[in-house]
């Protein structure tokens, strides 16, 4: 997910998606723990595209 894409939701999609990613990496890292993860490499795009929502929602929180 680009930050471009991440900027065009509203609050409340933000709050959505954000709610989507960490049951996404909550997934991820238990796959990760027996052993059953195919892409390690999509841990660490979770992560950062929790970052990218969190500081796109803080943002528009502080600008209302």
């Known amino acids: 997910m680009?930050?471009?894409e991440v900027r065009d939701l509203t609050v409340?999609?933000?709050?959505?998606?954000?709610?989507e990613l960490k049951k996404e990496l909550f997934a991820l890292r238990f796959q990760h723990a027996i052993?059953?993860?195919?892409?390690?490499?999509r841990l660490k795009a979770?992560?950062?595209?929790?970052?990218r929502v969190l500081t796109v929602l803080s943002q528009k929180k502080s600008a209302e």
Not at 13 to 18: D, S, T
Not at 35 to 41: D, G, T, V, Y
């Open 2 to 4: 680009k930050a471009s």
């Open 12 to 19: 409340q999609e933000l709050e959505n998606k954000l709610v």
């Open 35 to 41: 052993n059953q993860l195919e892409s390690p490499a």
């Open 46 to 51: 979770v992560k950062k595209d929790i970052a």
